[in-house]
């Protein structure tokens, strides 16, 4: 089995009420992007968009090759571990661990450590994956 080419993740609270700064000052962390319900985002070209969920996302750098459970292990050493944190956090909002994964070829792979399952486990985090296919210009249809 191949290792996937790289990967992305991303810490991710969603809830229509949540304050983002709240959020902070629970995880003791600053996110790399927040948002709150309602507010209006203007892009550069002049398009605007309303969000209709409030959000807190802690992103890891990307990796390549693959690291997955290097980028877990990096987003939770950053916030605040305590059990009582998060089962308030994931009783309130919807809490996961988003992971990108993008393939090289069809039968890449990758593995999840226990110590990563036993992070993500203790405090309630589903993890979510995506996997994107090989480009065609891999002979990957």
Same mark, same amino acid.
């Given at each position: 089995?191949?290792? !996937?080419? =790289?990967?992305? *993740?991303?810490?991710?609270? @969603?809830?229509?009420?949540?304050? /983002?700064?709240?959020?902070?000052q629970i995880l003791?962390?600053? /996110? #790399?992007? *927040?948002?709150? #319900?309602?507010?209006v985002?203007r892009?550069?070209?002049g398009?605007e &968009?309303?969000?209709?969920?409030?959000?807190?996302?802690? $992103?890891?750098? #990307?990796?390549? /090759?693959?690291?997955?459970?290097?980028?877990?292990?990096? !987003?939770?050493?950053?916030? $605040? +571990?305590? +059990?009582?944190v998060?089962? $308030?956090?994931?009783? &309130?909002?919807?809490?996961d661990?988003?992971?990108g %994964?993008f393939? &090289? =070829?069809a039968?890449?792979? @990758? #593995? %999840?450590? /226990?110590?990563?399952?036993?992070? %993500?486990?203790e405090?309630?985090?589903?993890? $979510?994956?995506d996997?994107?296919?090989?480009? &065609?210009e891999?002979?990957?249809a």
């Amino acid at each position: 089995m191949g290792k !996937i080419r =790289h990967s992305k *993740a991303c810490l991710r609270i @969603f809830g229509n009420d949540l304050v /983002p700064e709240e959020i902070s000052q629970i995880l003791r962390c600053e /996110p #790399t992007v *927040a948002q709150r #319900t309602g507010e209006v985002i203007r892009y550069q070209s002049g398009r605007e &968009r309303v969000v209709k969920c409030g959000n807190w996302r802690l $992103d890891a750098v #990307t990796e390549e /090759p693959e690291d997955i459970n290097g980028q877990v292990r990096s !987003i939770l050493s950053k916030v $605040d +571990p305590a +059990p009582g944190v998060w089962e $308030d956090l994931v009783q &309130r909002f919807d809490v996961d661990m988003f992971c990108g %994964l993008f393939m &090289r =070829h069809a039968n890449d792979g @990758f #593995t %999840l450590a /226990p110590d990563v399952m036993v992070l %993500l486990g203790e405090r309630g985090i589903i993890i $979510d994956f995506d996997i994107y296919a090989a480009d &065609r210009e891999d002979g990957v249809a």
